[in-house]
């Protein structure tokens, strides 16, 4: 099992990241459950782009912008609560 390096090197030096793993290992349930919340709000924010009404906006290529980087910032943390085999 492996966690995201970027959780695992922000644990507090006084924290075991062994048994940090363990703890979230257990628990997998709970972060599969969040990544999939996570994953629908992503598939359905990119199925509303897809929308003429979105082409209206007079600023779109600012509104696009944002949009990307939403779902930029919804990947990784889709990523982040995803507990990888090794």
């Known amino acids: 099992m492996r966690l995201s390096s970027k959780v695992t ?7 075991s990241k062994e048994e940090f793993e363990k703890r979230c290992k257990a628990v997998e349930d709970l972060f599969d459950h969040f990544a999939l919340v996570l994953s629908r ?5 990119k199925a509303d782009l897809k929308q003429p009404k979105q082409y209206d906006v007079a600023n779109w290529a600012y509104k696009q912008a944002d949009s990307i980087g939403y779902q930029r910032a919804l990947e990784e943390a889709i990523s982040l609560l995803k507990i990888k085999d090794l």
């Open 9 to 15: 090197s922000a644990l507090p030096k006084d924290v």
């Open 41 to 45: 709000t992503l598939e359905a924010h």
